[in-house]
């Protein structure tokens, strides 16, 4: 198991950047694929960006060009650097880890508690 908790988040303006961190501990996070989700109120979950285990990439067509994700396997850790902020971005941003790297939540089977992310316009 591996257990991940997310901070960084919080209240910007649009057109502001934030940078989300998501610590894991437990089972080595370095063997796992990562990836953030998010779920805005009244919305299903979803897909944001997404990590193999040797940094291979992909985005949500959304957040392409903005989003950068990150880790850091000495330090068990994954990052996800949020510029030119929109409103629309707005949303409980959740970090996950799984054995199988993809787009889809379900593989995903470690999740943290989730990190709030308000932009303002």
């Known amino acids: 198991q591996v257990q991940l908790v997310e901070s960084g988040g919080g209240l910007v303006q649009a057109g502001g950047s934030l940078r989300l961190s998501c610590a894991a501990s437990?089972?080595?996070?370095?063997?796992?694929?990562g990836a953030w989700f998010r779920q805005a109120p009244g919305k299903e979950r979803e897909f944001v960006a997404a990590?193999?285990?040797?940094?291979?990439?992909m985005y949500a067509d959304s957040v392409k060009g903005r989003f950068t994700i990150s880790r850091d396997n000495a330090k068990n850790t994954m990052s996800l650097q949020m510029n030119s902020l929109k409103p629309e971005d707005t949303a409980v941003y959740y970090c996950?880890?799984?054995?199988?790297?993809?787009?889809?939540?379900?593989?995903?089977?470690?999740w943290g508690q989730g990190t709030q992310v308000t932009v303002s316009s």
């Open positions: 996950a880890a799984g054995d199988t790297y993809t787009r889809n939540l379900s593989p995903y089977n470690n």
């Open positions: 990590i193999s285990r040797n940094s291979i990439r």
């Open positions: 437990g089972r080595t996070f370095s063997s796992r694929a």
